[in-house]
Each structure stands twice: as C-alpha cells, then as structure tokens.
C-alpha cells in the first residue's frame, strides 16, 4: 500500500512540475514577442537561462534564452561591437543544446539566423553567409516542413548581391513557400518556435516592389 501511495505522488507531483514548467515558458514565450527593448530581451534571456538550469533534459530554455539575445541586437541601434556580444551569448548558447540535440531542425534554423545577424559590414557578408547557408541545409535535411527553413533561405539570397546570384527575384519563391506554409502550420504545442512570419511577409512585400520599380 505504501509503495503505492508512493508512485501516486510521484506521478501527481511530477505533473504539477510539468505544468508548472510549461506555463512558466508559455508566459516568458508571449512576453518575448511584445518586448522592443534590448535591456529587457536580455533580462528576459536570463530568465529563459535560469529555467534551463532546472530543466536540465529540456533544449526549449536554452533555445529561447539564444533567441532573446539575438533578438536584443534589433533595437535601441546597438552599434555592431555591442551586437557580436550579445551574439556570442547567443552562440554558448546554441552550442550548449546542440550538442545533446542535434537533431533539431528549429536549432540549426536558430544558427542560420546567428550567422545571418553576424552579417554587420560587407567584410563579413561572405562567410557567414555561407555558413547560414549550410545551417539551413542541415535544417531541410531534418525537418523540411520546417517554414523557416524557407524563410531564411529567403533572406539569405535576397540579402545576397545579384552578381553573386542574389537578389529578390530568386529570393520571392522561397519567401512564397515560407509565407504559405506559415499561414497553413498549425501549432499543436505553445512551446515551439514560430518567428518568422512577420519579417518573411516585409521581404515579400520588398520583392513586389522590386518587381514594379
């Protein structure tokens, strides 16, 4: 009888943690979305960072705790030092996690999308540019429902000079396919990643204007 009543806590005390956990990340995941300060992405990312610790087996926190600090680098015009910074964050970060989850397609997405912020002068265009290149690839390659995989596919050639066979014209049917698989992906868990869509929609609205100028 005892062993019993044992398992039943155990069971009723590991779901309550469980929930906990997953409204705790749901809360910091909304926020993430409303902030337009780099002072508080960063804060928020030390939050992210302090639920990984206590959760040890989860990829989710680190993951988020990356994205914060890179989404930091979009505001209050931080000069390019300040950005490679909090980039750096970033990357512990996606290091951290790749090396027990490899196998994540959203992780790869997350390096291509470092390596594409990374991108502050022209000096840096090329390298890192082909290394967001081969993130994405390894993204396809486990995940190819995955939209931004096409999203940043997308951006990475629009972004990518003509001669170099760049441009918003061979950019459009990556950022078309991205756009239609965000609008039709439906979200079974709150906890997986869904940025994207909004800056995939602006470079298709810049192609359009490409096309009629």
């Known amino acids: 009888m005892k062993t019993i009543i ?3 806590f155990v069971a009723i005390a590991t779901t309550a943690f469980s929930s906990k956990y997953e409204e705790t990340m749901k809360t910091n ?33 680190d993951y988020y705790a990356a994205y914060c600090c890179i989404r930091s680098t979009f505001f209050d ?12 964050k970033a990357q512990q970060l996606v290091d951290k ?25 022209i000096s840096k265009g090329a ?22 995989v096409y999203y940043l596919r997308g951006s990475n050639t629009f972004h990518t000079p003509k001669f170099f066979g760049g441009g918003a014209e061979k950019a459009k049917p990556d950022l078309e396919k991205a756009a239609s698989m965000f609008e039709s992906q439906v979200q079974t868990d709150p906890l997986q990643p869904t940025w994207g869509a ?15 100028n």
């Open 97 to 121: 996690i790749m090396k027990s989850h490899d196998d994540e397609s959203e992780i790869f997405a997350l390096q291509a999308l470092l390596y594409q912020i990374r991108i502050t002068d």
């Open 198 to 212: 909004h800056h995939n929609k602006e470079l298709l609205s810049q192609c359009s204007e490409v096309e009629n």
């Open 127 to 148: 390298k890192y540019s082909q290394k967001a290149a081969e993130a994405i690839a390894v993204a396809e390659k486990l995940n190819p429902e995955n939209p931004r």
């Open 6 to 8: 044992t398992i039943l």
């Open 77 to 88: 015009n931080m000069e390019a030092d300040a950005k490679h910074i909090q980039l750096d």
């Open 29 to 61: 995941i909304d926020k993430l979305y409303t902030l337009n300060s780099s002072i508080e992405l960063q804060a928020l990312a030390n939050q992210f960072e302090r639920i990984a610790n206590a959760e040890a087996d989860k990829w989710l926190p």
